[in-house]
């Protein structure tokens, strides 16, 4: 199987967003408190999926703020996939 040029763009721009919203989730954690919305928004429904069972298993994990970019870059990571699946099967991706 051909690596689909289009669905990968679409993939890769994805990722990009989710990684520079959390690069600024991370470099603003101290100052704002609402600066993880962005990064969680891009990655639901894994990043509420992920934040629920986290808590499930342990409710004190989020003292940190490292679980939660786990669960970000791992959200990010299931629906880049999705979008490159989907746009590689689009009838005008790539003709």
């Known amino acids: 199987m ?3 040029r289009v669905a990968a763009r679409y993939a890769g721009l994805y990722f990009a967003a989710v990684l520079a919203s959390l690069g600024y989730a991370v470099a603003m ?3 704002e408190n609402m600066a993880g ?3 969680i928004a891009l ?3 894994w990043s509420g999926v992920g ?3 986290a808590n499930a298993v342990s409710p004190g994990l989020f003292d ?3 679980p939660g970019v ?3 870059v791992v959200g990010g990571l299931i629906n880049a996939g999705l979008i490159y699946s989907l746009a590689s099967r689009s009838k005008s ?3």
């Open 93 to 95: 991706a790539d003709s």
């Open 2 to 4: 051909a690596l689909n």
């Open 29 to 31: 954690a101290d100052t």
């Open 64 to 66: 940190t703020p490292w």
């Open 43 to 45: 990655t639901l429904p």
């Open 51 to 53: 934040t629920s069972l």
């Open 37 to 39: 919305v962005l990064a």
């Open 70 to 72: 786990v669960i970000v």
